[in-house]
């Protein structure tokens, strides 16, 4: 027989048979919402998520002892699943009390944002100008119209250095100074967050007394007209790589192999002094993540949350977050002087629409907590760079943001990539499954006139894009200070015995400590779990500032196992070998991974049939 199952995902079909257990309902409800798992959901005959019971106690009965017929509607209610650095992040963080998102205002003082933005939100953030010889007619202790501060938000200065985006506590200071103005004396508006995320989503539940959607829909629930434009504040105002050997050293990949790679940004926020209240994103190191590499493009091996886990976690003991991705898309122009064809620029497009989305989606797994907003959290720090060729044919460093708007749009489902790069193309709405609204963009047409125009079927990706500048220091100064030897990961194979090779050319405690200055060779440490928590924690002190010095790493039990491992690797030429997986470029699943496994003798870990090395502690695995 046929169920309808109703979530807040839409509506949904089922083909079971009545002797089927609710376990099986659950194995194929979980299948269409793409759940992990089946202990969070809960079924019932009501609309109402509080009467639902969880399924895990229904999973014995049959579907036919419930007197469910067919055609019958099942209301099914779940929870989103949640990554651990996600869950370990909002742990401390203030949750709403009821389904709306929205935080008590009480609440709202205790969210705890990023250090830059205490620091920022503390400053007057007025932009000082000099007495005008020309205008001005007091003294040096008076001051007029022509010399007195500017706001940070004020646009003619903008406008004069050139800064197309306001900075982000800018444009909080140019709401607030709104707000004043409209009701200077109401203390209810004081109360209020300024801040609200948009949402194109239908409302569940509505008040409007129908059926909730799918099944119906009125102007209150349903989301109004959306008009595009560009958005007049950035979250982050400038990228700025540590040292240029950070992005070459990611450009040797495709130096090498012509193909295409990505890798993840950590470093740290900063206030940005060329912009009034600016922010930006200092990046001390690239991950490279699992990925297959192509020459037109790649494929992430995704999800990688236990990756990801431990690479943040070496971060944190270093400093560092995640701030953003980047990636190449180069083409050698085959002229033999190293450049490349320029297929970014004005007349084709910046970033094509399907990294639009891609860049939405991971501002939106990525959101910045956020005090002034109802939810707690508004917009999103995480960057996207893109590495390409400029009109000249050089390889060149360009960093983007997309919108809310853009955001809010991919995470209701009503854009998506078109195959033309320069157009993101907008969805027709499905009954009873999606409800797309009226989306336009204003432009000037040949007459200079603004005209309003539908953005059905497509519209350009400019109207999503927020431009963010970048550079380089010119006085550099990098956490790491290790030159590039050490193999990188999930490109070439790191085990024991590259690691051996690359310390034992430490001849004192001073070069130790400047190889350890590498965030891949502290990564690859860290897999090895050789050392305790506070252990590491001091090893990436040791490697990351200049005060504390490498003579006390002789006396960390888990250095002196490390040192045991390298000798042993040493003396083994097979330590030497690269492990089967480790040595493929892409990352991709090789024929003797489908073999017997085989546990390792020394950290047991449960190795593919035909390695040579373990893949965890790159020890032999034979006798």
Known sequence: MLLRIRSKEGMSRVQVEPSDTFATLGEKIASILKLDSTDTIAVGDQPRPDAAQPIAQLKDQTIGSTNLKHGDI????????????????????????????????DDLSSIKQDEVDNFLEKQRGLIQRNKDPNFCRHGDNAMCD??????????????????????????????????????????????????????????????????????????????????????????????????????DTFLNSWRGSGCQRLGYLYGRYEPYLDVPLGIKAVVEAIYEPPQEDHIDGIKLALPWDEEAAMVNKVAEACGLSLVGMVFTDLVDDGSGKGTVVPKRHVDSYFLSSLECAFAAEMQKRHPSPCKYSATGKYGSKFLTCVISGDLEGNIDVKAYQVSETATALQEADIIEPSRKPSVMRVRESVSHERYVPEVFYKFQNEYGVLVKQSAKPTFPVEYLLVNVTN???????PL????????????????????????????????????????????????????????????????TKPDVLADVLDTMDGWRTLMVLLKEAEANPRYNTPSTRSATTSGAATPAEFAAEISCRHCTFANPGGAVNCEMCGLPLGE
């Open 146 to 247: 022509y010399c007195m501060p500017l706001e940070p938000y004020d646009q003619k200065y903008l406008e004069e250095h050139k800064i197309k985006h306001m900075s982000f506590h800018a444009y909080l200071r140019q709401i607030d100074a709104a707000k004043q103005t409209s009701a200077p004396s109401s203390t209810v508006l004081k109360q209020l967050p300024p801040l609200e995320e948009p949402n194109y989503k239908v409302k569940v539940p509505c008040t409007g007394g129908h059926a909730p959607w799918p099944e119906g829909i009125c102007t209150k629930c349903q989301p109004s007209a959306i008009t595009l434009q560009r958005q007049t504040y950035r979250m982050v105002d400038h990228v700025e790589f540590s040292n240029a050997g950070l992005v």
């Open 480 to 543: 790491f200070k290790a030159s590039p030897g050490f193999a990188v990961e999930n490109r070439h194979g790191q085990d024991v015995g590259a690691l051996s090779k690359y310390l034992s050319s430490a001849s004192n405690a001073e070069q130790l400590k400047k190889l350890l200055s590498d965030f891949h060779v502290l990564c690859f440490i860290n897999t090895l779990n050789t050392l305790s928590q506070a252990e590491f924690a001091k090893l990436c002190e040791i490697a």
């Open 471 to 477: 550079g380089f220091p010119h006085a550099p100064d």
């Open 74 to 105: 099942v209301y099914v209610s779940f929870s989103e699943p949640t990554s651990a650095a996600e869950a370990s992040a909002s742990s401390s963080q203030p949750q709403p009390r009821d389904s709306s998102g929205y935080i008590p205002i």
